[in-house]
């Protein structure tokens, strides 16, 4: 009995190119694995040696460690020293520092990181002063044409930046920070988060950075595009309102230009009761290493109002915070909705407004309304009085003075408008008028007194000029007593200067002759 062997198909021998091939690729690999042995990034002395040069200054680190899959390591407690003082508050310190790579980034030119962590990292940005030392060098280096890193996100990061005069810091602290193509000294995409405490809100920005200029930290060009939500303007006491910003910027971090808007819902004063839709928009320059800001200008709107501010908000030697300093303009604007802000109740008046002046706002703890200082001269034309015995009063001065009689006067009553200019100076929330004309057809009055925003109490003084009667201007006993005393007043030609003053609470106020002005003189 035969049996049948199965057909078997001869092997090929692998070709011998193959084989050296490989070989070559195995000793490739043995020699790559041995090199990247014996020169290994991830040690804490060559992470140590590239932390000091890249930010120019000693450089400890209390605990490390490595890992080869993948290949990275981690360090915490990383104090980067001052060259004179090391034994002083270090000028940056990390609570952990992770850094992640790949072997194909290892082996590539340049040395490519996958990722750096950078946790609880805060930075003291000193002045600029000839010569100093005291800088880091960052992104710089000569190293930054060797190493690459795909990604560094920052978690609880804090900048402070110390002024010249060494006073009050200006803190700029990031909840959350993503930076891209980091290396060759060319700029950094980043996105970040921020928590700002002066007011409190939430920023949010993205857009390119750097590269780091070490000798010139205000050198180093910034740009792209920031939303600031949530601002809660409760925080300046005497306002309140939630603002929400959007702009723009691009320029050197200690000149950067920017521009953008500002609309608060419900703005509105300490002492009012009227809350307002506030939409600004600005231009303005912005130094990043100190939060000075110059505007040039903001303009805000309101109701039917426009203002238009010019000034700087800055860091002054002695104070402690940041003062403001505008020139105020109101180029078109309405009486009753400057009223509106700081009132109650409905506004007293009505009208047109055109004004002008300087406004400063102190650093400190006391209230708006309080540490304001403003100095501003005013136009108003078209004005009334909005409440009717009050209007009804100048409307019959004027009548008077235009020669009606008081039937004339009921049988044909006519609304008179105003025109109003003078001077109100601002401090501690108390307004002195000064200089003040009112003036209707007919008759003219001077005023001058006070009006206190805090307790809204009103004393003002003046004289009125008319060619009517007084007792024209109402009936009854008043008409009766008023016409017995009109001889006493001064008379010029056929003007009665007559001295009145308007006291009380606003809304309540009473006018009436005041007899204690010195009627020989106007």
């Known amino acids: ?134 800088k880091v060098a960052l992104n710089a280096g000569p190293g930054g044409k060797s190493l690459a890193i795909s990604k560094i996100v920052a978690d609880g990061a804090l900048l402070e930046f110390i002024p010249e005069d060494r006073g009050n810091h200006y803190l700029l602290k990031i909840e959350r920070l993503g930076i891209t193509e980091v290396g060759s000294g060319a700029p950094m995409f980043y996105r970040a988060t921020l928590t700002n405490t002066v ?70 004063v300490e002492g009012g ?60 604007g309405r009486v009753e909705d400057l009223l509106y802000l700081f009132t109650k109740d409905q506004p007293g008046m009505s009208g047109n407004i055109v004004a002008h002046g300087k406004f400063l706002w102190l650093p400190g703890g006391e209230k708006f309304l309080r540490k304001i200082r403003l100095d501003l001269g005013f136009g108003m034309t078209g004005s009334r009085f909005t409440h009717p015995n009050t209007q009804d009063s100048i409307d019959r001065i004027s009548e008077s003075a235009q020669g009606e009689k008081k039937k004339q006067q009921d049988e044909d009553p006519r609304t008179v408008l105003s025109e109003i200019r003078g001077n109100v100076q601002l401090r501690h929330g108390i307004a002195t008028i000064s200089k003040t004309t009112f003036d209707v057809p007919g008759a003219n009055a001077a005023v001058e007194g006070t009006y206190n925003l805090l307790d809204r109490e009103l004393d003002l003084h003046g004289t009125l000029d008319t060619q009517g009667h007084l007792s024209d201007t109402t009936s009854g006993f008043k008409a009766v007593v008023l016409k017995a005393i009109t001889p006493l007043f001064r008379k010029r030609g056929h003007t009665r200067i007559v001295p009145f003053q308007i006291t009380g609470h606003y809304g309540q106020t009473k006018v009436g002759i005041d007899w204690k002005r010195d009627l020989s003189r106007k």
């Open 273 to 332: 009761n009227h809350p307002v839709g506030l939409s600004t928009t600005y231009e303005a320059t912005v130094n990043g290493t100190n939060g000075d800001v110059l505007l040039n200008p903001a303009l805000a709107t309101f109701r039917r109002t426009r203002i238009e501010v010019r000034g700087w908000i800055a860091a002054r030697p002695g104070e402690n915070g940041k003062s403001a300093s505008f020139d105020v303009g109101v180029p078109q």
């Open 1 to 134: 009995m035969l049996i049948e062997q199965p057909r078997t198909t001869p092997r090929r021998p692998i070709p011998r190119w193959l084989w050296i091939a490989g070989l070559v690729l195995l000793v490739l690999l043995a020699a790559g694995a041995v090199l990247l042995i014996r020169q290994w990034p991830f040690t804490r002395d060559a992470v140590t040696r590239a932390l000091e040069e890249a930010s120019g200054r000693p450089v400890q680190i209390d605990k490390f460690t490595d890992s080869y899959f993948p290949p990275g390591c981690t360090a915490e407690g990383i104090r980067f020293l001052r060259h004179k003082h090391p034994e002083e508050a270090p000028i940056i310190t990390v609570q952990k520092l992770v850094i992640q790579a790949t072997f194909a980034g290892l082996i590539g030119s340049p040395t490519r990181l996958a990722e750096v962590r950078v946790v609880g990292m805060h930075m003291i940005v000193p002045p600029k002063k000839p010569d100093d030392k005291n």
């Open 199 to 268: 007011p409190p809100g939430i920023i949010q920005s993205e857009g390119k950075f750097g590269p780091w200029n070490p000798n010139d930290i205000g050198a180093t060009p910034v740009s792209g595009s920031y939303t600031y939500d949530d601002i809660d303007l409760a925080h300046f006491k005497g306002i309140m309102g939630t603002g929400h910003a959007r702009g723009v910027f691009s320029g050197p971090l200690s000149r950067i230009q920017t521009h953008g808007s500002v609309d608060v819902a419900r703005f509105q």
